[in-house]
């Protein structure tokens, strides 16, 4: 069974400073390991993914992650904050093999952005 | 291409009432996904569907729950009776099972709100 914990339901950082949200996952097999943004009042919408080959992923809006298979981990980083990066953001993970195709997501983080 | 479709965005209803929530997907995706987010519980798999049939609904919580997918670009999630605790937002999600990377797009989802 696959899993994602992210450590800090809350972060907030001040605008220019760097982005840091943690997530670790567990799976018996290779995963595909997503990061989602919510902004207020909608739909999830991919950040960025890692499926197989380079384990720093670049996705969209200046972020970044990089898969680290010793440590479990996929954490998602942001040079400079700005105030419009401010929402939740959740880690998923999907097992390569088999038939299932459904993504365990984590519990979420919000991010706050002071000025 | 619109993107994944959900209506209404809100729904107000009283307790005892039929609800049916809707959802087109992505054209040419095969796999389609309904989610329930609340702040207590977050985001919670419901069932998903690939090439219309149901495939796993261990997700949903009740009786009361059912979910149909009459076809490639169409499902319903419907609660019968419903009761204020289903008060959440639900979401509808659409993949495409073959691109290997099992990233899910998402609609702008429903706000449920039963009184």
């Known amino acids: 069974a696959q899993s994602v914990t992210q450590l800090g339901s809350h972060v907030s950082v001040s605008e220019g400073a760097l982005v840091l949200l943690r997530c670790n996952y567990s799976s018996s097999v290779p995963p595909y390991l997503f990061w989602y943004v919510q902004y207020p009042n909608q739909g999830l919408q991919l950040l960025l993914k890692?499926?197989?080959?380079?384990?720093l992923v670049k996705g969209i809006n200046g972020f970044e992650a990089e898969f680290k298979k010793s440590e479990t981990s996929f954490h998602l980083t942001k040079p400079s904050a700005h105030m419009s990066d401010a929402a939740e953001y959740f880690c998923a993970v999907s097992e390569k093999s088999g038939s299932a195709r459904q993504l365990t997501f984590g519990s979420g983080t919000q991010l706050t952005v002071l000025p | 291409d619109a993107g994944v479709i959900q209506s209404p965005r809100h729904e107000v209803t009283e307790m005892g009432q039929e609800v049916t929530l809707r959802c087109k997907p992505i054209?040419?995706?095969?796999?389609l996904f309904w989610y329930r987010q609340t702040m207590m519980r977050g985001l919670e798999l419901l069932i998903y569907f690939n090439n219309n049939v149901p495939i796993d609904d261990s997700g949903m919580p009740e009786d009361r729950f059912s979910a149909k997918m009459p076809n490639a670009s169409f499902s319903t999630l419907k609660i019968q009776p419903s009761e204020p605790r289903d008060s959440a937002v639900y979401f509808c999600?659409?993949?495409?099972?073959?691109?290997?990377?099992?990233?899910?797009?998402f609609g702008p989802g429903t706000r449920l709100t039963v009184t």
């Open positions: 054209s040419g995706h095969d796999y």
């Open positions: 999600a659409s993949s495409f099972g073959w691109t290997g990377g099992y990233e899910q797009y």
């Open positions: 890692y499926t197989t080959g380079a384990t």
